[in-house]
């Protein structure tokens, strides 16, 4: 089997374990059918996401200047609470971020090798947990906007991490922990104007990932730095293809790379 396409971050989809397929302009490639053979993953080329030119890509797909000038790149982003879209404000584009803005926000608790507090539009639930390799998550409260889901994270971030510990993540299985119990521990820290938002008797949420083996270390594969590399393929998890010799290669942060992808028995 080989494959040439532009690279995007993997397709997802609940299971026991979850699925994975990349999506390539002209088929799908079942990640999970991968899992046990030697891949071959070889850097061709750049092709920015948005503008679609052969141009270095800076960052999340992006070249340079379209990752400056994109509303799909805008620091709201990062940081919910920066929105303007409820203002009648833009930052680059009113009509995107009044689309992507002005719909219902999750905040939720999620444990993908620490706990951590995390914002998300609700039709990107349980696909952005998925991408933080999260295991076990729990939906806190939910928004009419990101606005008010970035003051919620806001607030419980100087209590908790908002960030994935990405090693820790891939290393081993998550414990469980309580996230039920410490959700109840944390409310009395929201905002009492965003206390409404909170969303009652929430389940914990249990993600399996296809993970054959773990590395014992974290070592991060760049495409920019080695253009070529081979290895079997032992998990997925994330958005993380993990390989023998403890590599991990990070599809999400080569999207806008153009590669050539072989697989062998």
Known sequence: MQITGLLTKMHAEMGSPIQYCLNFKEETLSVNQLLGKKLTIEFSHYQCLACEREKEIFAMGYCKNCYFTSPYAGAWIVRPELSTAHLGKADRDLA??????????????????????????????????????????????????????????????????????????????????????????????????????????????????????????????????IPRFEGTLLGIKGQYLIFDDNRVFNVRSHEGFVIRISSFL
């Open 96 to 225: 995107v971020e009044t689309q992507m803005q002005l719909q219902p926000h999750i905040v939720y608790l999620a444990n993908s090798g620490g706990i951590k507090v995390g914002v998300t539009r609700k039709t990107e639930i349980p696909t952005r947990w998925i991408d933080q390799g999260a295991e076990y998550a729990l939906c806190l409260a939910e928004t009419t906007n990101r606005y008010e889901a970035g003051l919620i994270e806001v607030a419980l971030k100087q209590h908790l991490s908002d960030k994935t510990n990405y090693r820790k993540m891939l290393r081993q299985p998550a414990p469980f922990e309580d996230l039920a119990t410490l959700k109840e521990n944390i409310l009395h820290l929201i905002p009492q104007d965003l206390q409404p938002y909170i969303l009652e008797d929430q389940p914990i949420h249990h993600l399996e990932y296809p993970v054959n083996h773990y590395p014992q270390k974290v070592n991060t594969l760049n495409l920019k730095k």
